[in-house]
């Protein structure tokens, strides 16, 4: 009686892992069904219900009934709409994320961050100029920078285009057009 609890104990213990295995294939399959779906809140709710399977192995409690039926109501041939959904959710609102500073090693110049972006404004503070790129980044001329190269720009920020790169000791350099010359500049938005 000893020998077949211990058995019984020893593949119970094998059998969990065969079964969560075979749980989360199961949820995974859903989560896949659910791509089809473009409605974000319907897409969320499809996906807590594709998780049913491994909530039922870890004995939590059950999905809402209509979390459920919306996945059951995705065509099993559904994972086509995988790359749509993918790309979907790479779409960005608002300016890319702001440049991050180099390391300590890093002394000398960097990749270009902007390369000859077409400016969507330009204004003058305090002597230094502040642009505005199409896709939302506002960079300013650093003061130092304004004192030793006053500007004085006259045509239309529509015709002007700027390439932006990663300068000496984590400053950033800003070149308008064709110029030979270069601008200190930090970003602000």
Request: positive net charge; hydrophobic residues 45%; glycine residues 6%.
């Amino acid at each position: 009686m000893r020998r077949m609890i211990i058995a019984m104990a020893a593949g119970a213990a094998l059998t969990p892992a065969a079964a969560l295995a075979d749980a989360r294939e199961d949820v995974i399959a859903g989560v896949t069904r659910c791509a089809a779906l473009t409605d974000d809140r319907q897409w969320l709710d499809c996906y807590y219900g594709a998780a049913q399977p491994l909530r039922a192995q870890l004995g939590l409690s059950p999905a809402p009934q209509a979390q459920i039926q919306l996945l059951a109501n995705q065509s099993r041939t559904a994972s086509a709409a995988l790359p749509n959904t993918t790309a979907r959710a790479a779409v960005r609102t608002g300016p890319p994320p702001m440049p991050k500073r180099s390391g300590i090693f890093t002394v000398f110049s960097g990749a270009d961050l902007v390369n000859n972006a077409p400016l969507s404004a330009y204004d003058f503070k305090n002597g230094a100029f502040i642009v505005t790129l199409n896709d939302g980044q506002v960079w300013a001329q650093t003061e130092e920078d304004a004192i030793k190269r006053p500007v004085r720009w006259r045509q239309p920020a529509n015709s002007m285009r700027v390439s932006i790169s990663q300068g000496a000791m984590g400053t950033f350099n800003l070149v308008v057009g064709d110029e030979n010359r270069s601008y200190k500049v930090k970003r602000i938005r």
